[in-house]
């Protein structure tokens, strides 16, 4: 009683401090609803942090053994094309079942992408092949170069289970000469796989579950813990004035105990109209991979993506610094935007290739990358990272020194001007 009352008279002795207080309190209310409003992500990383103990970023992702990959539950692949330029294939292995996701970046790439399979699809059958889209650094490999009227391409190479392809593209079938367009041998090579046995659905089917096809896969039929599930992309059914918005997407999903599936999300070249609606369509969990939408162009991987995912790890399918797309360095893979955007969640991203001054144009920045589970771990749920170059992240490497900047990381643009120059560049 003698506190409220002492409360009370406060109030009578204080009046228009009590009102100023009162004031500010229903502003800052206001300004709080607007916000969550405005910036709905800001306070998802506000109340739901995930790991982001550690100055707000994930935790390393451990170094692993090259030995240990072919026996772990699960694996995930990103092969580094043997070329300068930006491209995608990922192989994801769960026992003797493999998922391939593209064949870029060209199609003297699937002759690399066989040589590397070979370590890895042991029984010639690849269960699944994901083609996202029909851009040339997606499914040259998948077609392959000819030589005596045949293809050396991956769906004329193995015994294929189940083709799962985007459902619309834009691209010719003729070129201006009257030649079949990559696009029409592209059709033609899943034809062929599809008459040698190869189920063939887009990616609606699965959605729908139609004509045979399933939304969910379970990968590893003895715990059925591992499930390839395909999402729901507004464009598979709108058309797009970009290419890139019909790619397949897909989130892999690995339960390692009762209460923890680590994910992995896939969306090909899918710009940020296509993200937006992704993340409006599809309940998604924090990941811990994200393959980089569209080689970390200055398009995608946007916020409203990021901040639902929250990527613990990222990985770009690109040759960095390659003026293969736009002179203006900002905007060469991986963008100086896109390091902007994904600094925010992660520290753990990694890169395929980059620029060189050597004769080949390019060599490996981390080359091919490697996430797998560690199921030797005494918690079980650990997941490893091997590559064939280094484990370098991104934000440590000389390229990103000289090219970008990012306070976030540690580096600004004073000390990128001190690198280049005391590098001599
Ligand atoms: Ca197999
Ligand atoms: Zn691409």
């Known amino acids: 009683m003698a506190r409220s009352r002492s409360k009370i008279s406060f109030i009578k002795r204080h009046p228009k401090l009590v009102a100023v207080i009162a004031v500010v309190i229903v502003v800052l209310i206001a300004a709080a609803v607007l916000l969550y409003f405005l910036r709905p992500d800001l306070f998802s990383k506000l109340f739901d942090p995930g790991d982001d103990a550690g100055g707000g970023y994930s935790e390393e992702v451990p170094a692993g053994q090259l030995a ?8 995930v692949h990103f092969i580094a094309p043997e070329n300068s330029a930006a491209g995608d294939c990922t192989l994801i292995k769960a026992g003797d079942t493999e998922v391939l996701i593209d064949a870029g970046s060209q199609q003297s790439s699937a002759a690399t992408i066989k040589q590397y399979l070979d370590d890895y699809c042991t029984d010639g059958v690849l269960e699944y092949v994901i083609a996202t889209h029909a851009d040339s650094d997606h499914i040259s490999g998948l077609v392959g170069r000819s030589s005596g009227g045949s293809y050396d391409g991956i769906l004329y190479s193995y015994s294929i289970g189940t083709i799962i392809t985007f459902d619309r593209s834009d691209k010719e079938l003729t070129t201006k000469a009257g030649n079949p367009t990559l696009y029409s041998r592209f059709l033609d090579a899943v034809e062929y796989a599809g008459a040698n046995g190869a189920e063939v659905h887009t990616a609606l089917e699965c959605w729908n579950g139609t004509n045979g096809a399933q939304r969910s896969y379970i990968l590893d039929d003895e ?26 997407c897909m989130l892999l999903s690995h339960e390692i105990a009762e209460d923890r599936t680590n994910h992995y999300l896939f969306t090909g070249d899918l710009e940020k109209e296509g993200e937006e609606y992704l993340v409006r369509y599809n309940q998604l969990p924090q990941v811990e991979l994200f393959k980089a939408g569209h080689h970390g162009s200055p398009t995608s991987s946007n916020d409203c993506l990021l ?9 770009v399918c690109c040759c960095a610094g390659t003026d293969e797309y736009t002179k203006d360095p900002d905007n060469q893979f991986p963008s100086q935007a896109f390091v902007d955007r994904v600094c925010a969640y992660t520290q753990n991203v990694y890169c395929t290739n980059v620029v060189s001054e050597n004769e080949d144009g390019y060599q490996p920045m981390n080359g091919d990358i490697v996430f797998y589970s560690d199921d030797s771990g005494s918690d079980g749920a650990g997941i490893k990272l091997w590559c064939s170059g280094n484990t370098l992240k991104l934000k440590d490497t000389d390229w990103f020194k000289a090219c970008r900047t990012c306070p976030a990381w540690g580096w600004t643009a004073a000390d990128r001007e001190a690198f280049v120059s005391s590098s001599g560049g």
């Open 68 to 75: 240990d990959i072919t026996s772990a539950g699960l694996s």
């Open 223 to 248: 715990t059925g813990k591992i499930s390839m599930n395909i999402l729901y992309n507004y464009y598979y059914e709108h058309s797009s004035p970009d290419e890139n918005n019909y790619s397949v």
């Open 307 to 315: 901040s639902v995912i929250r990527p613990k790890a990222v990985v």
